[in-house]
């Protein structure tokens, strides 16, 4: 458990860091002060009464997990959102980040160290810049942002593992199914709190309040930008997880189409060889043959003619060789790509008027 606070005296002079327990005392001073909790939650309670933050805030703060939401209660705000963390199992998960903020006061409470929080509280420090205006609504927007771009890192890394799973589903690799419906969870992880998220963001970058400037309405609306990206591209994601499942179930009946028609072909050329041995192998005197001396031979010449031609007209009609769905699919991009290739029309003479 920590806690810690940074302290901006003039948008002029970078943020420095100072000693939580002065932050009743900084805050009736010029600037605006950030103090974060990890770990902490009940210290919001401690100084809820001095920052009269409202109490049914303070509870939410301690009781329950809340889905990213937001509240304004006139002389301050409270906002939930949601950070990206590594959870159990290397799975990916979400802490959840409880923010008020004040006219010159802004306080974040979180259960796990996030790195979004850290990179904005660094940032903060060797720059005056970084945040683009002194407020503590701009301070939230820019972690916001940071939140989302670090769910971006995530979405990459899905495409990515999507991208190989469709080769691998083409090859009919059993574990295919299994490493989808781990990404499936880890999807539904993220679209559970990117969707309620993004909303909150909207509602921010509208908010019609003096605690959101205009600077931090702009930053809120990058936010917004980042988020939004990110539902749309996370639809697109579990679409594509689909998509592997199906080309998964096609490589698989292809095989076990392959399976099948290869030992039906190879039942119906051994049937007429078993037909004629069965038919030899009766115990009757006299059999055409039986008594000549070459007629072994000529009967396995036969069967040897019998079994060529069998597998040379099964052949000639496609149900022995036939095109895989993977060289199917080269074959699709080896036409598209052709097409890019093709110099473009010269325009007709009833166009160029």
């Not at 769910?151 to 190989?164: A, G, K």
């Not at 691998?168 to 969707?195: F, I």
């Not at 052949?315 to 790509?337: K, Q, V």
């Amino acid at each position: 458990m920590s806690a810690r606070l940074l302290y901006q005296e003039s948008p002029e002079r970078p943020a420095r860091v100072g000693d939580p327990a002065e932050i009743l005392e900084l805050r009736r001073d010029s600037g605006w002060v950030w103090l974060d909790l990890t770990g902490e939650a009940a210290r919001v309670e401690s100084i809820s009464d001095d920052l009269d933050f409202d109490p049914h805030a303070v509870e939410d703060v301690l009781d329950i997990e809340m889905i990213p939401k937001y509240d304004d209660y006139g002389d301050h705000l409270y906002i939930v959102l949601h950070a990206l963390i590594a959870g159990a199992d290397d799975r990916v998960d979400t802490c959840e980040l409880d923010v008020f903020i004040t006219d010159r006061v802004i306080v974040t409470a979180h259960a796990e160290p996030l790195a979004s929080i850290d990179a904005i509280w660094d940032a903060t420090q060797r720059h005056r810049t970084a945040l683009g205006c002194a407020d503590p609504a701009t301070v939230l927007a820019r972690v916001s942002e940071q939140i989302g771009r670090r769910f971006l890192e995530v979405l990459i890394e899905l495409e990515t593992r999507i991208e190989d799973l469709d080769d691998r589903a083409l090859d009919g690799d059993p574990s295919v199914l299994a490493q989808v419906q781990n990404l499936r969870h880890e999807e539904s992880t993220v679209r559970t709190m990117v969707w309620p998220q993004r909303q909150v963001l909207a509602s921010l970058r509208a908010e019609d309040s003096t605690l959101v400037s205009a600077a931090a309405k702009q930053r809120f609306g990058d936010a917004f930008d980042v988020h939004n990206q990110l539902v749309e591209s996370l639809s697109a994601a579990r679409g594509l997880l689909n998509d592997v499942l199906d080309t998964y179930r096609g490589a698989s009946s292809e095989k076990l189409a392959e399976i099948t028609r290869v030992l039906t072909v190879y039942a119906a050329i051994l049937l007429p060889l078993s037909l004629i041995t069965g038919f030899f192998g009766m115990n009757f005197d006299n059999l055409p043959l039986i008594h000549n001396r070459f007629g072994w031979f000529i009967v396995v010449i036969a069967m040897v003619v019998l079994s060529f031609g069998s597998g040379a007209w099964f052949t000639a009609r496609g149900w022995i060789a036939g095109p895989s769905l993977r060289s199917a699919s080269r074959e699709l991009g080896r036409g598209l790509a052709s097409v890019a290739r093709r110099p473009p029309k010269p325009p007709s003479s009833t166009e160029v008027r």
